[in-house]
């Protein structure tokens, strides 16, 4: 499952000039035991062993691959960090008690025990990999479920603690860098074209959350009615007409001088500055990225800047220097890194 060392957010994958990353997530509830909201401190620890249990201890050839963490033993830089990666929802660690995650190696799967449902896994992947990454959940479901025995209806499919999640128990998404359609005012149009066609297109960080950079999440709605394969097959298809917009916007964009102006200026500040807040950055980034992808700067790659946006966002900077910077020091430690991984952009 592991390729090398790296993790996942560290790679570039297909369409990785538009196509950040893909995620597929499942919702899944144990027949054995009432949701979440109605369980007992006791009945939830029983859920935790038994979903560590049934991937560390059940025989599995991937086994080896996974850690458990209880959230309780992790501080506020390394919780934060897990959602600023991806691996779960700001829900997930609102509240640690009787929370824990299971995460693989290059932190490309994550399975959450307790959050809204017994069970939340989650398989992200870079680019656009939506079959492949849905045939992975497919395989963790059916190993966990061998062991679990998940909760579910022949009319209703699998059952969640919330009923938007009923059916199929899937919400897949995929994240898109579209700084092109954003500067065209195109955005608003497609959002609501978008949730005609049963699907959402949302911040960076899903419900809720504003948009940074241009990066937005795409997903599915609709989990009642259809199946899995289908609700892919439609996400697929609408994600790859949008990538074709953004770049056909780009190049219309990238005509006009102001445009490479606003690049370059990107590029030269990222290299020279000495401090750099998360938000700067990340509107900084956004144009490099933008740069890189049609050629206009070279000097780094996409893998270059899907690492270092990673590892430059606040609790995972923090928390790798040991949780104790404060705001003024940790712009400074973000700006010497960004100095360095961009020290050949041109």
């Known amino acids: 499952m592991v390729e090398n060392n790296r993790k996942w957010y560290e790679k570039a994958g297909e369409s990785a000039d538009v196509v950040i990353s893909t995620r597929v ?7 054995a035991y009432p949701f979440p909201n109605r369980m007992t401190p006791d009945q939830k620890a029983d859920v935790e062993r038994r979903v560590r249990d049934a991937l560390l201890n059940g025989n599995s050839a991937i086994a080896s691959d996974f850690t458990y963490m209880q959230m309780d033993d992790l501080s506020n830089e390394q919780a934060v960090s897990l959602v600023e990666r991806h691996m779960v929802s700001p829900e997930f660690i609102a509240n640690s008690k009787g929370r824990g995650i299971l995460i693989s190696k290059d932190e490309s799967v994550s399975i959450m025990v307790n959050e809204e449902d017994h069970v939340r896994i989650q398989i992200l992947r870079e680019g656009l990999s939506l079959r492949e990454t849905a045939e992975m959940a497919d395989r963790i479901d059916t190993l966990l479920n061998e062991h679990l025995n998940f909760a579910f209806d022949p009319e209703l499919g699998f059952l969640t603690q919330c009923p938007t999640n009923l059916g199929t128990g899937m919400r897949a998404s995929v ?3 579209l700084p092109a359609l954003t500067e065209s005012g195109a955005m608003g149009r497609i959002a609501s074209n978008l949730s ?7 911040g960076t960080y899903g419900e809720g959350s504003n948009v940074t950079g241009a990066l937005y999440q795409l997903s599915n709605q609709i989990t009642l009615g ?21 770049r056909k916007a780009r190049k219309a964009l990238l005509k006009n001088i102001a445009t490479q102006d606003r690049i370059g200026r990107a590029a030269g500040i990222l290299r020279g500055a000495k401090m750099l807040s998360c938000e700067e950055y990340m509107k900084l980034i956004s144009n490099v990225r933008f740069g ?25 900077l923090t928390a790798a220097r040991g949780g104790s910077l404060t705001a003024a020091q940790r712009d400074i430690a973000r700006a010497d890194c960004v100095r360095a991984a961009l020290s050949h952009l041109q």
């Open 226 to 246: 259809l199946s899995e394969r289908e609700a892919v097959e439609n996400l697929q298809n609408i994600a790859t007409q949008l990538i074709q917009e953004e």
């Open 292 to 316: 890189l992808a049609e050629g206009v700067l070279s000097g780094a790659t996409l893998e270059d800047i899907n690492a270092l946006t990673a590892a430059v966002q606040p609790a995972t």
């Open 25 to 31: 997530r499942l919702a899944r509830n144990l027949a």
């Open 196 to 202: 005609k066609l049963g699907l959402v297109i949302r």
């Open 175 to 177: 994240m898109l860098h």
